[in-house]
């Protein structure tokens, strides 16, 4: 695998993952996003494979979108397709594992949505909401994907 911290336009992956967010993606595609061109997947594709695990999947606000993107990333460079190959797939959830682990060691120790917002639960709507001034300063989500991000880089150079 050819791995570069930098995009084809001379970016910092870590960086071009918040600017995703920034231009309204959620969490999970803005960090699947900035590494797909990695693996040859094409930018729309990865955006509709990541698109429903923002909100911490579907706005039920468990894992958070940042790590399942990470986690979509860590499987297109360490997963397996044949469904026999248990190191392989072994091997794809350690990597994982170690990563949520590095994650949740930078964000107090968890890596559960509804925790970063301070909510007991989910709000129970499926609606996403509008993306304003107000929408982005009350959010953590930013660092959250930097870090998600800045936790692939260790991951991309140590495989």
Request: with cysteine; charged share 25%; hydrophobic share 35%.
């Amino acid at each position: 695998m050819k791995y570069s911290k930098t995009n084809s336009e001379g970016i910092l992956r870590t960086d071009a993952a918040v600017n995703n967010f920034y231009k309204g993606f959620n969490c999970s595609q803005s960090v699947a996003l900035a590494y797909c061109d990695i693996f040859g997947v094409e930018p729309e594709l990865m955006l509709l494979m990541s698109a429903s695990f923002g909100g911490g999947f579907a706005r039920l606000r468990e894992t958070c979108g940042a790590v399942s993107g990470m986690a979509i990333i860590i499987g297109l460079a360490t997963g397996m397709t044949d469904p026999d190959d248990q190191a392989r797939k072994s091997y794809n959830y350690q990597v994982v594992q170690r990563a949520v682990k590095l994650f949740e060691e930078e964000n107090g120790g968890t890596h559960i949505c509804k925790e970063f917002l301070g909510l007991k639960k989910a709000e129970g709507t499926y609606v996403a909401e509008a993306r304003t001034t107000e929408y982005y300063e009350k959010r953590p989500c930013p660092k959250l994907i930097r870090s998600a991000a800045t936790v692939l880089e260790t991951i991309l150079e140590e495989i």
